[in-house]
Nanobody
């Protein structure tokens, strides 16, 4: 059983910063790409940022230049540094990863439970 647990969400004023973390735990052989998605009320879930195991990154257009994704492979953890936050960044942020177990070596998609980020004065 593999779990992704997000942390770091909360309330922040416009222009502020937050750092989200997502740690994978359980029976893990390897983790491929790790991603952050978000879903605002009444909207579809959208990709915020992604990072490969080797460190290549890509970002959604709305967060380019403000958000930064990174990972620590030794800790099976991915981070999302969010700067210059705007009210429209308010959403539940979800972690996603491709995880292979020692038993199967086949990558399966795993989701975290989400963490709420609220940007408001």
């Amino acid at each position: 059983q593999v779990q992704l647990v997000e942390s770091g969400g909360g309330l922040v004023q416009p222009g502020g910063s937050l750092r989200l973390s997502c740690a994978a735990s359980g029976s893990i052989f390897s983790i491929s790409a790790m991603r952050w998605y978000r879903q605002a009320p009444g909207k579809q879930r959208e990709l915020v940022a992604a990072i490969t195991r080797g460190g290549s990154t890509n970002y959604g257009d709305s967060v380019k230049g403000r958000f930064s994704i990174s990972r620590d492979n030794a800790k099976n953890t991915v981070y999302l540094q969010m700067d210059s936050l705007k009210p429209e960044d308010t959403a539940v942020y979800y972690c996603n990863a491709g995880v292979a177990t020692p038993e199967s070596h086949r990558y399966l998609e795993v989701w975290g439970q989400g963490t709420l980020v609220t940007v408001s004065s």
